[in-house]
């Protein structure tokens, strides 16, 4: 009877882990790469709170390069965090003649936005 009990017991543990996607509740192996172009945004949205067409361009230019990295390589969740901190600085560096309290309020949106992922991502195990 042990024998039959311990085999039910380990089929349906079998069955069980198999129909259970596991993955989502492990966290994913940590990304220097991915981090290092985070921290580059991240410092470039705390240079300044103005509109400097320079800076606007330079940060559009990283989030669209983590963007296009999480395509082929991250989770779509990732992804989704990456393109909405694209499309803040989008509309930041599209505004026509914003104002200086337009510029810091947006840009300090864009830090806290870039601080969360990095302290979500940060925490991936390593």
Do not use: W
Request: hydrophobic share 35%.
């Amino acid at each position: 009877m042990n024998k039959h009990f311990l085999a039910i017991t380990l089929t349906v543990s079998l069955f069980l882990v198999s129909c259970t996607n596991l993955t989502k509740y492990i966290p994913e192996n940590f990304d220097g790469n991915e981090y290092m172009k985070l921290s580059e945004l991240s410092v470039m949205s705390t240079l300044s709170e103005s509109c400097n067409s320079m800076e606007l361009s330079a940060m559009r230019y990283h989030s669209a390069v983590l963007m296009k990295y999480s395509e082929g390589t991250l989770k779509e969740n990732i992804a989704d965090i990456y393109e909405g901190i694209h499309t803040e600085i989008v509309q930041l560096s599209d505004r026509k003649d914003p104002s200086p309290a337009y510029c810091r309020i947006k840009r300090n949106n864009i830090t806290a936005l870039i601080d969360q992922a990095m302290d979500t991502f940060g925490d991936r195990k390593k």
